[in-house]
Structure formats: structure tokens, C-alpha cells
């Protein structure tokens, strides 16, 4: 590295469903760059877009950090087929963390296409899940659930042994994140108006959401394309708003809650860890959403299978978990590490007051 890229330690990349942060972190621990953006779920815009995408997005996090740009067609094109281009890494080492890598083979497919980019001599693609348990435990082990636009789990005994979950959606059994929530909305203000369900304020608002009269409209658009699929998410705000006066929408949380509970339980059983105080870090956008009742109910369901599970809701965003794994590879002091997750959390904050990009 040069001289002025030398201070610039870790990149930190936290991909999700919904959006993407990429931060590059200084030596000291301080924040030189924060961006977020779309999805860079390689299930949502494939393989080839996510490597795009997130070259296109480390172009910008470098350039504003003062690092001189690669071309994004440069990075996205001829580098992201494996050819590499001799530029020079920015970063000591990059951690990427990403929704959608949950096979080995989707591990070891991004690992070879990011790695081939040259942000940095060291390179680690993993899940998602391993940003959000260290954005909740310092402890290094543990259990993580992510609820969000989707939902996986990760468990880690103090001895390394590791949980994974496939995370495929319905084949792998999997129910829970905002799509999900988003289905059941629409089916449960359906069969209230059709009269197969129990009458629910849904009927009402979850066509009012999309501008529309009846939840056939809705259906209608959905089955002609005139409304996306991916929409769906977006009645996750709806069902926790009619939560409190419906209950429909209520046993619509409640299942979010034993789901969320059951992905921790299983983690917690295969790994022999009920009866050792784990931490069981719970996060994502449907759950930092969730009401008091909702964390409760978890909480109660975790600790009838480990009494001494300790719960934790991780209001950060997993992008603190990406730089603190970073940090950590690179050993850095508990000094470096607390002025990060300081630094995050206030440029988190500016973010959030802007709009997804």
C-alpha cells in the first residue's frame, strides 16, 4: 500500500435483502467512510450483479475516502472475472458479510469473484448471521437470528463447533422474514373479505397501503405484474401497526416470534449449549421494529429449552459486526474497537435519516 493508504485498515461490507452498508475504517478506529445502498443479495440480482454492484460501492466508499477510484467498469467487467488489474488494495483486510451466501459452494463462488477485486491481501466472504452475532456479543460464540427480509440463524460453541441453517426459503423450511409477513398480510385481509378468515382490520389496510380499494385489487395486481412481488415486504410497518388492534395481524407477529425462537433453540440444542449462558443476539429491521411483547415472547420461548440464555436485541446495524470482526483479525485494542463501534453508530444514524438508494 502507499503511504496514504496505509492508515486505511478494514472494509467492512454488510449486504442484505433490503440494503447494503460498506464502510472503510482507519487504524485508530475511526470512521472514514459510510455508504448504503440497495440489495446486494446475490439471490435477489444473481451472482454477477451482487460482484457489480459491490465493486461499484467500494469505488465509491474509497473515492470517498480520499482514495483515488478504480473505474467501476474496470472493477465490475475484467477484474470481477478473476483477471485482477495490479491496483493497488485499500484496506488491510475486507470482511464481507452477506444475505445469500449460505451454501459453501455460494461461499467459495463470491469468495474467488470478490477476492479476485484486490481491495485487500486478505478477503473473508461469510453469512450475514456471524455480523450480527458480534454486533450483539463480544464473547466470540454464541447464537444469532436475523429477521429482516429474510431470516437465518448461526451458532458457534466456545470450541469453534459451528450451526448453520440452509436458509432457502420454504424448501428448507424456513418462514419469517418481511416477504413472508408481507404474504400472510394479504392472505389473512382475504379471507376476511371473502369470509373464509376472521373479520381483520387488514382488509383495509393492506390495500389502503398500496392505493387500491380491496385485497383482490392487490392480489389482481400482483398476479398481472402490475405490482412486484418484492412489494410484499413493505406491509411488514402495516401488520405491526394493526398488531394492537388486530388479531390477525398479531398471530402474524406471534409466528415471527416462534420462528425467531425456534432457529435459536435448535442452534442452542445441536451445539449442547442450554445449559451454558449463551447469548442469543436477535436482529434485522423486523425485529429492531418488534414490540416489548414480540422480544418477550422470544425470550420466554429460548429460555423454556436454556434458563440461562442471556437475549439480546441488536439495535446496530450489522455493519458495526462486519468492522468489529475485521478489527478483530487485525487484533486490534479494545480502544480501536470502542471508538469503531462509536464511530458506526453515529454514521448509522446520519444514514438512516436518508433514503435508501
Known sequence: ?????????????????????????????????????????????????????LAELVTQVASAAGIAPQS???????????????????????????????????????????????????????????????????????????????INAVGIAPDGRTVRFPALGAITGDWGGGHDVGVAALGAASRSADGRGPASTLEQAVPRHFGLRTPLEVARALHFKELSVEALAQLSPVVYDQAAVDGAARAILERVADEVAALARAALTRLELCEAGADVVVGGGLMRAAPPWMIERIAELVRASAADARLVLAHEGPIVGAAMLGLDTLGAGEDVVAAARSGLQDAIAALARQPVG
Open 1 to 53: 500500500m502507499s503511504p496514504a493508504q496505509a492508515q486505511h485498515v478494514v472494509l467492512a461490507i454488510d449486504g442484505g435483502n433490503i440494503k447494503t452498508d460498506v464502510a472503510l475504517l482507519g487504524a485508530d478506529g475511526r470512521v472514514l467512510s459510510l455508504i448504503r445502498a440497495g440489495t446486494s443479495s446475490p439471490h435477489v440480482i444473481g451472482y454477477d450483479g451482487c460482484v457489480r454492484f
Open 72 to 150: 467501476s467498469g474496470e472493477a465490475g467487467g475484467q477484474r470481477a472475472a478473476g483477471n485482477g488489474s495490479g491496483a493497488a488494495p485499500i484496506a488491510d483486510i475486507a470482511r464481507v458479510l452477506l444475505a445469500g451466501a449460505d451454501l459453501p459452494e455460494e461461499v467459495e463462488l463470491l469468495q474467488g469473484a470478490l477476492g479476485a477485486l484486490g481491495w485487500a491481501p486478505r478477503l473473508v466472504v461469510e453469512n450475514d448471521t456471524l455480523a450480527l452475532l458480534r454486533t450483539g456479543t463480544d464473547r466470540g460464540w454464541g447464537v444469532a437470528v436475523v429477521c429482516g427480509g429474510g
